[in-house]
């Protein structure tokens, strides 16, 4: 039952985030092929995987939560729910979700195997739970508390990032970035290294 509501919070993110792609709310990022639009993705949740390290070593109560919010805020991009103006964004602003949305949306993905999509689904499952263990940190009042909630947003965002030598559906987003990659023979030119 969870993960159909799971499902349906996802499906319901995303249309949102057409819409406001749509309103020019948000602008979708330029970029040549899935594999750049990931690197995108990447760097931006390097920058949440940095504030969550940050947040998770840090006291008093209020630096946590100050990094905590970073955290929100560049998973989230200025559409998000919880994004918050107030805190700061070291991200640009587009929002690690809605990255990801756009990686969906992605004509490489349409085509690609159940595993590639599995892989995908699995990335937005890590990352709508390090969201919510970054909100439950910033509830906290109790500093140990609050640095255990942002030890799993970091376990959670780590997963999200993956690694290239993963099995494809717990890959993360480097091991899609690695089998969506062009090899030399399946390139235009095919002489590349």
């Known amino acids: 039952m969870a993960s159909v509501e799971a499902s349906a919070t996802w499906k319901s993110l995303g249309v949102a985030v057409l819409l406001l792609l749509s309103a020019g709310v948000i602008q979708p990022v330029a970029s040549s092929t899935t594999a750049d639009l990931i690197t995108q993705t990447l760097e931006q949740l390097d920058l949440a995987l940095q504030q969550a390290v940050l947040a998770h070593v840090r006291f008093p109560l209020e630096d946590l939560q100050l990094h905590a919010h970073a955290v929100i805020n560049v998973l989230e991009g200025r559409a998000g729910a919880h994004y918050d103006s107030s805190y700061a964004n070291p991200g640009d602003g587009v929002g690690v979700v809605s990255y990801l949305e756009q990686i969906r949306q992605a004509p490489e993905i349409w085509g690609a195997s159940e595993e590639l999509r599995v892989a995908l689904e699995n990335v937005s499952s890590y990352l709508k739970q390090a ?9 906290e009042k109790d500093l140990a508390n609050a640095q255990a909630e942002m030890r799993w947003a970091l376990a959670f965002l780590s997963a999200a990032k993956g690694r290239e030598v993963e099995l494809t559906a717990v890959s993360g987003l480097l091991g899609l970035k690695a089998r969506l990659a062009p090899t030399p023979a399946s390139s235009p030119s095919g002489s590349e290294k």
């Open 131 to 139: 969201i919510d263990h970054t909100l439950r940190a910033l509830a």
